[in-house]
């Protein structure tokens, strides 16, 4: 059974790299894992999404290890609005969606 | 692009009564999706579409019905609602075609007393 597994929380500084980690068993060539940020009353946004080895953007990157069974979303120097609740998404090939239950971060200033 | 819309922003039923939630997107987009989000937790795909005309059950499709005559709009039909129902309800685009980053509409906050 697919299933995938994140930190309830996490706390940094301003400042500071943060880097989130996701476990996803069960996961094939084809299935590409996605991050999204939500805050409070408002719709998830997309920050990322990759396959495997490193994909980066202007807002963060994502580290995925060659057995692809968890991936790791990295925020540069955070701030305090990038508090908020981060999610990990697991797409596989026949459309099933696995979402995991995301990670509250808290920055400090 | 105004992007994905939703209709309402909140509304309140009593148990038993039947509504549907609208949700529209202009970035000619394949796939559509609805989600719930209850307080404090994660999402729960309830249905989703990967073209007009086709539909699909997601994790929670009980009490729900969808359709999709056309490209741009998904609506999402509670059927006799009850309170176990009472959540935020987020409707999601994606592009396809080896595009699967979704676009969240801003949400209905639904109440079932």
């Known amino acids: 059974l697919a299933k995938t597994t994140q930190p309830i929380s996490m706390d940094s500084y301003e400042g500071q790299e943060v880097n989130i980690t996701c476990s996803h068993n069960?996961?094939?060539?084809?299935?590409?894992i996605t991050w999204y940020q939500q805050f409070p009353s408002q719709g998830p946004r997309f920050i990322i999404q990759?396959?495997?080895?490193?994909v980066t953007n202007e807002v963060a990157s994502l580290f995925i290890p060659a057995d692809r069974k968890s991936s790791t979303l990295s925020l540069p120097r955070v701030s305090l609005s990038d508090t908020a609740v981060y999610y990990c998404?697991?797409?596989?090939?026949?459309?099933?969606?696995?979402w995991g239950a995301g990670t509250k971060l808290i920055i400090k200033p | 692009n105004a992007g994905v819309t939703q209709t309402p922003k909140f509304q309140v039923l009593k148990t038993g009564q039947s509504m549907t939630l609208q949700c529209a997107q202009d970035?000619?987009?394949?796939?559509m999706s609805w989600y719930r989000q209850d307080p404090g937790m994660g999402l729960r795909l309830i249905h989703y579409?990967?073209?007009?005309?086709?539909?699909d059950q997601g994790e929670v499709p009980n009490g729900y019905n969808v359709s999709r005559s056309t490209t741009e709009d998904f609506p999402l039909r509670l059927l006799s609602a009850a309170p176990s129902q009472t959540s935020v309800y987020f409707c999601?685009?994606?592009?396809?075609?080896?595009?699967?980053?979704?676009?969240f509409g801003p949400g209905t906050r639904l109440t079932v007393t």
């Open positions: 999601a685009s994606s592009p396809g075609q080896g595009r699967y980053e979704q676009y």
């Open positions: 970035m000619n987009h394949e796939y």
């Open positions: 579409s990967v073209g007009a005309g086709i539909t």
């Open positions: 069960n996961i094939a060539t084809n299935d590409y």
């Open positions: 990759g396959y495997k080895t490193k």
């Open positions: 998404l697991v797409g596989y090939s026949n459309y099933q969606l696995i």
